[in-house]
């Protein structure tokens, strides 16, 4: 996860930002707590990382549409991915 995505997150009233530095609508900088931050990206990782190891989604429909051992075969796959990057608690 990108920081901007994170400090926009846990800081709605955050518009711009520029490097390290966040602004609201007015541009008055809006202080943030670094660590919070950090833990959010931290919590949030595994979801990019499943992202890029999940087959792509149309194959993923395919197998769904085909149904039966095309199924049971995706699901083992994404499952095997989720295995391997579980949330983090």
Known sequence: MIKTNAIRILYPEVVVTRGDDAFDEAGNQVMYDETAVQAYIDSNAYKGR???EYPPIGDQLDALWKGGEAA???LAMVQAVKAKYPKAQ
């Open 72 to 74: 049971a075969e995706m």
């Open 50 to 52: 499943r992202a890029a």
